[in-house]
């Protein structure tokens, strides 16, 4: 924890040991490189240059940046520049991180290759099909009753979850609908672009802390009849794993007349089908799908059936990043091998779960099935035991760091990949709330202790895993 803390706090004797890290957060060194050959080659050093992954995004960074900002092209490569200022870097950075906008570090690579700065990369795994097809035969399945023109691969998740907002609101905003509803805690970067990018933030976006309370989110949508262009949510969300009653919540959207986006990332669309409750679906296909843990990839669906497919399926085309072909080719290796990683992975935690729900040391479980969300979980699973990668658990006082430290788990960000990962998510993930009163208040609204800890179980012999968390809790009762 200390390790952690120093990351968070940018401590230069931790942070010189961290080369680099996810690379929607910390800029891939290709990307680094690359971006410095740009700045020298177009006569700009000394200014700020952002590659983006596509024109179009330049131009939405470029128009959010304001001011001096200008694109600049070369080729293949697309950049925004400005004056540098630390203050109008952190928000292009924040800007790209939101939008997943950055340049593939593959795409960096084959730059600099063609340079002759970096070897010539060795060619990915080769497939006898296209791999746009390969990838989307088996979106077919994750979002069922679709065909090719309603589902969208994307350069990373966050990019399909940005496109779906941006869709639903080019769509809505002339019917004088602006209004957003956020249900229940979500993703740090989904919880920012509604704040960010709705038309007046300060009005235009309504946080509602239950996935439960649709009591709530009516009185809501009374309050602003007319007004609600789209609610957001995830089933089950990131990361107390709650589950909302998806059925009747896309019954009360569709009598409103707004449009829901549903995120089934933590368990993954193979394991819940929520599209038939949604207009769009999404899913990060950086987990499950690249359990390898190498690409960041995202999927988009259009629900055919739902409010204004069409023009939803117009603004996704206009508005996704498609993947860099080498990305591309390397999920459609890994995505064949998406039925043995699930169920591998599904199996584990359920084994798990119930190891951990027999520890005293354990105050609380948060997963798939844990009571307050089994029932509503249920109703969009696969099967009884679909539940997906993900637990969270929190610890008797005092005993989170120890226990934390003792672990010989990997220790990460990210989830559903072949490998076990283990973080203290609130602390990586919204570590000024963790630090401030006002923050402490926050997340203890949405029911959030600071000290929860997200497990990711892998495909690694699940006895090993159990015997890596027993190892560390036996250890306190001995300390």
Not at 68 to 87: K, Y
Not at 156 to 175: E, I, K, L
Not at 263 to 290: C, E, R
Not at 374 to 392: E, H, K, N
Request: glycine fraction near 8%; aromatic fraction near 8%; hydrophobic fraction near 45%.
């Amino acid at each position: 924890m200390a390790d952690l803390i120093g990351y968070e706090e940018r401590v230069p004797q931790v942070m010189r040991q961290v080369p680099t890290g996810y690379p929607r957060f910390v800029l891939h060194p290709f990307v680094r490189t690359l971006t410095a050959e740009f700045a020298r080659r177009q006569g700009l050093v000394g200014c700020s240059v952002w590659l983006t992954a596509t024109p179009a995004l330049a131009e939405r960074l470029r128009g959010w940046m304001g001011g001096d900002a200008r694109v600049v092209a070369e080729g293949a490569l697309t950049a925004v520049v400005f004056a540098g200022e630390p203050e109008r870097n952190a928000r292009a950075k924040a800007f790209l991180q939101h939008c997943g906008g950055f340049i593939s570090s593959r795409q960096a690579e084959d730059a600099l290759a063609a340079a002759g700065l970096v070897p010539v990369p060795a060619p990915e795994a080769a497939e006898a099909t296209d791999p746009l097809d390969v990838v989307k035969s088996e979106l077919r399945r994750a979002f069922c009753g679709t065909c090719d023109d309603d589902l969208f691969v994307s350069a990373n998740g966050m990019n399909a979850v940005y496109s779906a907002f941006a869709a639903v609101s080019a769509v809505q905003t002339p019917r004088g609908r602006t209004t957003w509803i956020q249900l229940g805690w979500l993703y740090l970067d989904t919880i920012a672009i509604l704040q960010k990018f709705t038309a007046n933030p300060d009005i235009d976006y309504v946080a509602l802390p239950s996935v439960h309370d649709l009591g709530a989110l009516q009185r809501v949508l009374e309050e602003r009849r007319g007004r609600v262009a789209g609610i957001i949510t995830e089933v089950p969300t990131n990361p107390l794993i709650r589950s909302c009653d998806l059925p009747a919540l896309g019954t009360l959207a569709r009598a409103h007349g707004v449009h829901l986006v549903v995120d089934a990332s933590i368990a993954s669309p193979w394991n819940v089908d929520v599209l038939p409750h949604a207009d769009v679906a999404l899913a990060s296909l950086t987990k499950y799908g690249a359990a390898e843990g190498d690409i960041l990839a995202g999927a988009a669906a259009v629900n055919p059936k739902g409010g204004d497919a069409a023009a939803l399926r117009s603004g996704l085309t206009r508005r996704i990043a498609p993947m860099y072909w080498r990305d591309l080719a390397r999920l459609a290796h890994e995505i064949r091998a998406i039925d043995r990683v699930l169920a591998g992975v599904n199996a584990s935690t359920l084994r798990v779960a119930e190891y951990l729900a027999g520890r005293r040391e354990v105050k609380r479980i948060h997963w798939a099935l844990a009571p307050e969300s089994r029932a509503s979980f249920l109703q969009v699973a696969r099967a009884p035991d679909a539940v997906g990668s993900m637990i969270t658990f929190e610890l008797e006082a005092g005993r989170f760091a120890p226990f934390y430290d003792r672990v010989r788990l990997p220790k990460g960000p990210s989830f559903g990949l072949r490998s076990t990962l283990i973080c203290p998510f609130i602390y990586l993930g919204h570590y000024e709330l963790v630090t401030s009163a006002a923050g402490r208040e926050l997340l203890a609204r949405h029911s959030l202790n600071p000290e929860l800890l997200r497990l990711s179980v892998g495909l690694e012999p699940v006895d090993e895993i159990i015997g890596a968390l027993a190892e560390s809790l036996d250890a306190l009762e001995t300390s």
